[in-house]
């Protein structure tokens, strides 16, 4: 079992930046694959950016170059620094994780409650 708590969510501009948290707790030596996720309104849950236990990264698509995910093994905390922030940006923000790699798939057995980023323009 893992627990996982996201914070760091909020209100900014276009353009703006933020840093989403997301600690785990339980069984993460079992469960070391880590992801992003976020999901808008009325949308698909979306993969954002995933780390491997090796530390390579896959980012989707509409992320690249603007987010970097990043893991503190020793706090047991995963990041998302998400900078030139665009208001398409704007979704419940989420973190999973497993002891598959799921890639960007939305397949990840635990997952966090989400925290809430909105981007105005």
């Known amino acids: 079992q893992v627990h996982l708590v996201e914070s760091g969510g909020g209100s900014v501009q276009d353009g703006g930046s933020l840093r989403l948290s997301c600690s785990a707790s339980g069984d993460t030596y079992s469960n070391p694959y880590m992801a992003w996720f976020r999901q808008a309104t009325g949308k698909k849950r979306e993969g954002v950016a995933i780390?491997?236990?090796?530390?390579?990264?896959t980012y989707g698509n509409s992320v690249k170059g603007r987010f970097t995910i990043s893991k503190d093994n020793a706090q047991n905390t995963l990041y998302l620094q998400m900078n030139s922030l665009k208001p398409e940006d704007t979704a419940m923000y989420y973190c999973?994780?497993?002891?598959?790699?799921?890639?960007?798939?939305?397949?990840?057995?635990?997952w966090g409650q989400g925290t809430q980023v909105t981007v105005s323009s």
């Open positions: 780390i491997d236990t090796d530390g390579s990264t």
């Open positions: 999973a994780a497993d002891r598959v790699q799921w890639l960007l798939l939305p397949e990840y057995k635990y």
